[in-house]
């Protein structure tokens, strides 16, 4: 059977008491009000039933809404007092393992609910994590949608690991690495791609790797591509001689010269707004 108040502890005001003296004192209760409350309490263990000390105990209601959170003791014990009665949901979480699925507890007026709770080991308990934020070079503001790959380097081999893209914030992760030596490379189009220094991550290294984009120059010009082949048989032409004019009014100047690949195409970049025209011819010695 619980024990509860059914009066309030009352204290009587101080008495003094000089000699040999007869003293009176009387007062009244107050009755309690009727508690519909009770306690919630347990241990974290592992699975072969160790204890689990200072492991986060959370308490949520049956919406799931979090009610309120304590942490277990030395002896891996907890207790949440004074809980209005109804349906709960509790678990826990401590930096190695594996949060359990939340249990559901009913605690009762005036009762104290007893609650055990088994934490399994992460088996990646002791992996590592690279993250960071991409920003631009000019204000260091973040730079949404860069593309964000890890690499490892063991020995004279490099292993791409991984490829993501930053958030809204710029900011990027990789984890459950293993002990190493990584760098990332950060690209994006309209930004001059750029790779980090290597970093070594080992048991349960957390590294921030931040990156710098620049704005590439020559991010708002054009390109102009083709393939020239031979007009009898469609073979594509090698080495050919292919000039890029600019045209004003009419008038046409050559800024540029270059020679087809063994596929025969060409391929002149970084070009800026206006009109151009290609020429294509193949010249020999005699």
């Known amino acids: 059977m619980a024990i509860i108040d059914r009066y309030k502890l009352q204290p009587s005001p101080l008495i003094t008491i000089d000699g040999r003296e007869e003293e009176t004192n009387n007062f009244q209760l107050q009755a309690a009000p009727p508690a519909e409350e009770g ?22 209601n049956a919406n799931g809404v979090p009610f309120e959170h304590n942490n277990s003791n030395p002896a891996g014990q ?43 080991v992460d088996p990646d308990a002791n992996k590592n994590a690279i993250f960071g934020i991409v920003q631009t070079s000019t204000n260091n503001q973040p730079i949404e949608d860069v593309t964000v790959e890890l690499f490892r380097v063991t020995g ?4 791409m690991i991984g490829t993501v893209s930053t958030n809204n914030e710029g900011q990027y992760l990789f984890a459950n690495l293993v002990n190493g030596n990584y760098f990332v490379a950060a690209s994006k189009p309209g930004f001059l791609s750029n790779e980090s220094t290597p970093t070594t991550v080992s048991d349960r290294d957390f590294a ?16 102009i591509s083709g393939i020239i082949t031979d007009a009898a048989n469609g073979q594509a032409i090698a ?6 004019y600019s045209v004003s009014n009419g008038i046409e100047n050559i800024i540029d010269i270059t020679k087809t690949n063994g596929g025969g195409l060409y391929l002149f970049g ?3 707004a206006g009109i151009y025209r290609v020429k294509a011819t193949l010249q020999v010695e005699s």
């Open 39 to 60: 306690n919630i309490s347990g241990t974290v263990r592992r699975p072969d039933g160790t204890v689990i000390p200072f492991a986060t105990v959370k308490l949520f």
């Open 78 to 120: 907890f207790i949440f007092p004074r809980v209005p009665a109804g349906s709960y949901f509790i678990t826990a979480a401590e930096p190695g393992f594996l949060t359990p699925l939340r249990a559901t507890v009913t605690v009762l007026a005036n009762r104290t609910t007893s609650v055990s709770i088994t934490m399994q």
């Open 156 to 159: 004279t081999t490099t292993e």
């Open 208 to 223: 921030p790797v931040n990156m710098i984009l620049a704005a590439d120059p020559d991010a708002n010009t054009g390109t």
């Open 239 to 244: 080495n050919a001689i292919v000039a890029l």
């Open 270 to 272: 970084d070009l800026l």
